[in-house]
Nanobody, 115 residues
Framework: QVQLVESGGGLVQAGGSLRLSCAAS?????MGWYRQIPGKPRDFIAR???????DIADSTKVRFTISRDNAKSTVYLDINNLAPEDTAVYYC????????????WGQGTQVTVSS
């Protein structure tokens, strides 16, 4: 199975922006992101197919942008105007298609937003 390596998390102040990256060890099909806010279930954010088609959760559509670079087998998540409620562990995933659940997971990257 494909290995996924995440980067870009860290401590930021409210109102700031972050770009999270997730690089696959080889070719990747659909890639995307979940996050797990403390005390809540892991929640879907967005996914993107190699042709650029996207599926984005309504709750994050305004401030979250997903993109990918197929040549690098890398998916990105840009988060704007961060708020303390965005504090979570963010997990990238790879799936066999837009209708399938994750088959590989990244290690998770912590995003902490201070007020």
């Amino acid at each position: 199975q494909v290995q996924l390596v995440e980067s870009g998390g860290g401590l930021v102040q409210a109102g700031g922006s972050l770009r999270l990256s997730c690089a696959a060890s080889g070719s990747a099909n659909v890639m995307g992101w979940y996050r797990q806010i403390p005390g809540k279930p892991r929640d879907f954010i967005a996914r993107i197919a190699p042709d650029g088609r996207t599926d984005i959760a309504d709750s994050t559509k305004v401030r979250f942008t997903i993109s990918r670079d197929n040549a690098k087998s890398t998916v990105y998540l840009d988060i704007n105007n961060l708020a303390p409620e965005d504090t979570a562990v963010y997990y990238c995933f790879e799936a066999g298609g837009m209708i399938f659940g994750p088959r590989s997971w990244g290690q998770g990257t912590q995003v902490t937003v201070s007020s």
